[in-house]
Antibody
Framework: EVQLVESGGGLAEPGGSLRLSCAAS????????MNWVRQAPGKGLEWVGR??????????DYAAPVKARFIISRDDSRKTVWLQMDSLKTEDTGVYYC????????WGQGTLVTVSS | DIQMTQSPSTLSASVGDRVTITCRAS??????LAWYQQKPGKAPKVLIC???SLESGVPSRFSGSGSGTEFTLTISSLQPDDFATYYC?????????FGQGTKLEIK
């Protein structure tokens, strides 16, 4: 069974940092492209960014609102992907989901990030 | 960026109804489209990948069709558990983008 478990969410001040983790199991992690998606309170889904598999180059792409502030990385030996979030803004508040894509999509249950002073 | 336009934004229907939700892409995405169901406080559930491929465990009353720029999600006979918000997502090219969502309400 595919499982994605996010952690690391919490309260941060504007301008601060948080690092989210996503631990994967139940599939060949090294083959998957790993994504982060967020959802602001009462709003729709917003794709944050993605890291490709190493065999596909391991490159990253980001949505415009987070480019240059967020960094996605992965460790295939630990089956884990991270989202480093710096220079946080109040508009970054929301639930952050980890999502894997290989032949199909799988999502975690999400972790709540609140950016507030 | 590819824009995804979902319609309608809200849909009122009754148990047993057949409903269709449409998603239009601003440019061709081939068949790289997924459909999700989300209930309040829960993570999105994947219903369909690659426009028409039903995910394991998803009831057969759900179906997806389309390619290029126009896609549909059809529920053949609404069940009480189906009242939720539905999203489409293109994953043809980065940045991946979502439709704004369709809230399916009980009439």
């Amino acid at each position: 069974e595919v499982q994605l478990v996010e952690s690391g969410g919490g309260l941060a001040e504007p301008g601060g940092s948080l690092r989210l983790s996503c631990a994967a199991s139940g599939f060949t992690f090294s083959n998957a492209w790993m994504n982060w998606v967020r959802q602001a309170p009462g709003k729709g889904l917003e794709w944050v960014g993605r890291i490709k598999s190493k065999t596909d180059g391991g490159t990253t792409d980001y949505a415009a609102p987070v480019k240059a502030r967020f960094i996605i990385s992965r460790d295939d030996s630990r089956k884990t992907v991270w989202l480093q979030m710096d220079s946080l803004k109040t508009e970054d508040t929301g639930v952050y989901y980890c999502a894997s894509h290989y032949t199909s999509w799988h999502w975690g249950q999400g972790t709540l990030v609140t950016v507030s002073s | 960026d590819i824009q995804m336009t979902q319609s309608p934004s809200t849909l009122s229907a009754s148990v047993g109804d057949r409903v269709t939700i449409t998603c239009r892409a601003s440019q061709s995405i081939n068949s790289w489209l997924a459909w999700y169901q989300q209930k309040p406080g829960k993570a999105p559930k994947v219903l369909i990948c690659k426009a028409s491929s039903l995910e394991s465990g998803v009831p057969s009353r759900f179906s997806g069709s389309g390619s290029g720029t126009e896609f549909t999600l059809t529920i053949s006979s609404l069940q009480p558990d189906d009242f939720a918000t539905y999203y489409c997502q293109q994953y043809d090219s980065s940045p991946y983008t979502f439709g704004q969502g369709t809230k399916l309400e009980i009439k």
